[in-house]
């Protein structure tokens, strides 16, 4: 360092004219100042610079931090919220099968003791029965869709009953997976019935006048019936199971001139709910 500043020193006094001096003194106090730089550096070290530049520095580093330690947290809790609407909607499909799947087991179960009923009719034979359930009704026309088709082997003119053994109608219509049932009521129905008297079984015929209504005829002027009496169906015809319930005779009338009396049948449907339908396929 001397040598240094014996250097600087001779170079200062060398004989020059005045400006010359101006820019030897103005490059003296840069060397010198170059010289102070360096001079700190070997006697405090590079540590005790970087010390005061982190101190001096260290408030705006702080809030540096901290600030990006909330915009982490932020994102962090986005992310987490992101995670949770996710776990929460999966739960909720989760839920939503779970249901469908206890729904289904109380349709089955349902369903079970629906068929046990109706193979417990008391029928004089055994059925073959398929499960079907009313999808609409209508008044014109007298028919009812139902959720049985080709598909579960369902065919035109099958009978359809409920469990409490009441006749609704017949299958008239036969699409894939739906079917339309003609009521009894229906103008095109006809078929044997039987009417149950307090001495005897008096046989006629029952005939869909429209708009549910049901009317019977052919029943012998001399039987003894009388307004309240159940009908039921017989197997004269064919068409139907003997003993399937009909009605309960509403109205009839006896004429002089006529062998016949003819009346009104009030049709048991008319008095139920219609949940579960079976549709006999064989008899």
């Not at 109706?118 to 959720?147: E, M, V, Y």
């Not at 005939?207 to 012998?220: C, L, M």
């Not at 002027?221 to 015809?237: C, F, H, N, R």
């Not at 005779?249 to 449907?269: N, R, V, W, Y």
Request: charged share 20%; with cysteine.
């Amino acid at each position: 360092m001397p040598c240094f500043l014996a250097g600087l020193y001779f170079w200062a006094n060398l004989p020059h004219n005045k400006a010359m001096n101006s820019k030897r003194t103005k490059l003296l106090l840069i060397l010198l100042i170059i010289f102070l730089i360096f001079f700190s550096l070997n006697k405090f070290g590079l540590n005790q610079i970087r010390n005061a530049i982190f101190l001096i520095s260290s408030p705006f580093q702080k809030i540096l931090w901290e600030t990006g330690e909330k915009v982490s947290l932020s994102f962090g809790a986005l992310f987490e919220v992101q995670n949770l609407k996710r776990e929460a909607q999966e739960l909720k499909k989760l839920n939503f099968q779970l249901q469908y799947q206890v729904i289904s087991l109380k349709e089955l179960t349902e369903e079970n003791r629906a068929l046990r009923e109706a193979l417990n009719l008391g029928l004089q034979k055994p059925l073959t029965l398929s499960l079907a359930k009313a999808i609409s009704r209508t008044s014109a026309g007298d028919f009812i869709l139902i959720n049985q088709g080709k598909n579960e082997g369902i065919s035109k003119g099958l009978p359809v009953i409920t469990a409490e053994k009441i006749l609704l109608g017949k299958i008239e219509e036969v699409f894939d997976n739906f079917s339309t049932v003609a009521l009894i009521s229906n103008p095109k129905t006809t078929f044997d019935i039987e009417v149950l008297t307090e001495t005897e079984g008096v046989l006629g015929l029952a005939a869909g006048k429209g708009n549910f209504k049901v009317q019977f005829q052919f029943i012998p002027k001399e039987a003894q019936i009388k307004e309240g009496d159940i009908v039921i169906t017989s197997d004269l015809g064919g068409n139907f199971p003997q003993g399937l319930l009909v009605g309960t005779i509403k109205t009839f009338k006896k004429s002089d001139i006529e062998p016949f009396l003819t009346g009104e049948i009030k049709p048991f449907f008319q008095e139920i709910n219609l949940t579960n339908l079976f549709i006999i396929k064989e008899f």
